[in-house]
């Protein structure tokens, strides 16, 4: 038979501490794990592990998610005409990402996330 949580006060949400959530998700993380098991296992949405569990990846790759690069300034082997404020960003290999100052940031966060995973 299942068990039922009823919460008395005008609070209708669960309070989980940190340690709480850094057990489960640590236990969701394991080989052989199954999200929704864990999750039934402690009374918590399988959604809410998921939120946790990616909450857990960001913090460890530094809250934002983003990654430094090794960054070398060459001289170019061809000059171009660049516009005020152009960036030329050389990657691993061939990669290269062009941009000028009206470049959205967070985009370029992404882009460059992206092509880090990839390299």
């Known amino acids: 038979m299942a068990t039922v949580t009823v919460l008395s006060g005008p609070e209708r949400r669960r309070r ?51 990654k430094f690069l090794p960054v070398a300034v060459t001289p170019a082997a061809r000059p171009r005409p660049k516009a005020e404020g152009s960036i030329e960003i050389e990657l691993a290999g061939s990669v290269r990402v062009r941009v000028d100052a009206a470049v959205d940031e967070a985009a370029l966060g992404r882009v460059l996330r992206a092509l880090g995973a990839v390299g």
């Open 16 to 66: 989980w501490a940190s340690s709480e959530k850094a057990s489960i998700v640590e236990e969701s993380l394991r080989p052989g794990a199954v999200v929704t098991a864990v999750a039934r296992r402690h009374d918590v949405h399988p959604n809410l592990l998921h939120h946790w569990r990616r909450q857990a990846k960001r913090a460890l790759e530094g809250g934002q998610g983003l």
